[in-house]
């Protein structure tokens, strides 16, 4: 089992930055890849990124590219993702997500995530 907590969520005004945290413990030797992934209130859970774990080569989706930065300490089994320029439209529950199985690139697909973390909110206000 690995459980995901995530931390760093909150308010904050339009073009600010916000940067999140999520540590993961148990069996951390499966991580394959780090994802995140939001959800905005009315609709689908959404890929954001994700980081693999050897390497650290990055993906991202083309609404946060650029602005969004995904970084991982392996030291510490966290992965981090760095919000700059917010918009309103960037308000949503921010999930990570650890994906145990092997894919060229890391998975987009929220089913090939093993785990979820429990959330945390960020709300921007315009």
């Known amino acids: 089992q690995v459980q995901l907590v995530e931390s760093g969520g909150g308010l904050v005004q339009a073009g600010g930055s916000l940067r999140l945290s999520c540590a993961a413990s148990?069996?951390?030797?499966?991580?394959?890849?780090m994802g995140w992934f939001r959800q905005a209130p009315g609709k689908e859970r959404e890929f954001i990124g994700t980081?693999?774990?050897?390497?650290?080569?990055?993906y991202y989706a083309d609404s946060v590219k650029n602005r969004f930065t995904i970084s991982k300490d392996n030291a510490r089994n966290t992965v981090y993702l760095q919000m700059n320029s917010l918009k309103p439209e960037d308000t949503a529950v921010y999930f990570c997500?650890?994906?145990?199985?092997?894919?060229?690139?890391?998975?987009?697909?929220?089913?090939?995530?093993?785990?979820w973390g429990q959330g945390t909110q960020v709300t921007v206000s315009s």
């Open positions: 148990g069996r951390t030797f499966s991580i394959y890849a």
């Open positions: 997500a650890l994906q145990g199985r092997s894919y060229f690139p890391p998975s987009h697909r929220l089913s090939d995530y093993d785990y």
């Open positions: 980081i693999k774990w050897n390497g650290g080569t990055t």
